[in-house]
């Protein structure tokens, strides 16, 4: 079965620190994995994704996330928040190997930054 | 995202009411996606479809249905509206085709859908 897990339902941080938002995932064979961002009264946009390669993968906003094998884990990092970054962060992997092709998406995670 | 657009954007229903939600796209892709999005529980997906002639149910299809009248339209249909299934609603599209972007998946802006 393949899930993804967003262990924390708020994050808050201060502005001008770093922030994580934490994801981990099941799947049965080589993840697809990615993040996106909803703002209020808006629909999910697209920020990175890791497909293969390098472990570290940089993405909109200059937001980066690091894939993690051995701990099955896809971390969502900023090294300096933004207030306006305050927004609702979803995770959702991909099993390579399914033909079906959708996604599994995380519960969110709300991130606030407070100025 | 505008190359994905839904209508109504609000709809506030009364139970046992059939309603239509709809979702055009202009990006050509041929996956298109209805997903349901409840406060603590993400996104879940109700129906998906690969081509017209391709429909799937997701995981909470009951209650639902779907029709593909075209590769740029996929309308989602709830028969007889129950309060449970307030909610709001996303539309999405992918193409995997297109190998840069393999299933990266592009939404509609949202229908908030109230049934009383």
């Known amino acids: 079965a393949q899930s993804v897990a967003q262990p924390e339902d708020q994050v808050n941080v201060a502005e001008g620190n770093p922030l994580t938002v934490k994801c981990t995932y099941s799947?049965?064979?080589?993840?697809?994995l990615f993040w996106y961002v909803q703002y209020p009264n808006r629909g999910l946009q697209f920020l990175l994704k890791?497909?293969?390669?390098?472990?570290l993968v940089k993405g909109s906003y200059g937001f980066e996330a690091e894939f993690n094998k051995s701990q099955t884990s896809f971390h969502l990092k900023k090294p300096s928040a933004l207030v306006s970054d305050s927004a609702l962060y979803f995770c959702?992997?991909?099993?390579?190997?399914?033909?079906?092709?959708?996604?599994?998406f995380g519960r969110g995670t709300q991130l606030t930054v407070w100025p | 995202d505008a190359d994905v657009t839904q209508t109504p954007r609000n709809r506030i229903t009364k139970t046992g009411k059939r309603i239509m939600l709809e979702c055009s796209q202009t990006?050509?892709?041929?996956?298109m996606y209805w997903y349901r999005q409840d406060p603590g529980l993400g996104l879940r997906l109700i129906y998906y479809?690969?081509?017209?002639?391709?429909?799937n149910k997701g995981e909470i299809s009951d209650g639902y249905s779907v029709s593909r009248q075209a590769q740029a339209k996929f309308s989602l249909s709830l028969e007889s509206a129950i309060p449970n299934q307030t909610a709001l609603y996303f539309c999405?599209?992918?193409?995997?085709?297109?190998?840069?972007?393999?299933?990266?998946?592009?939404f509609g802006p949202g229908t908030r859908l109230t049934v009383l």
């Open positions: 999405a599209t992918s193409d995997p085709s297109s190998g840069g972007i393999y299933n990266e998946q592009f």
């Open positions: 799947v049965s064979g080589n993840p697809y």
């Open positions: 890791y497909i293969t390669g390098d472990n």
């Open positions: 959702a992997v991909r099993d390579r190997g399914s033909t079906l092709g959708r996604l599994y």
């Open positions: 990006k050509g892709h041929d996956r």
């Open positions: 479809s690969f081509d017209v002639k391709d429909i």
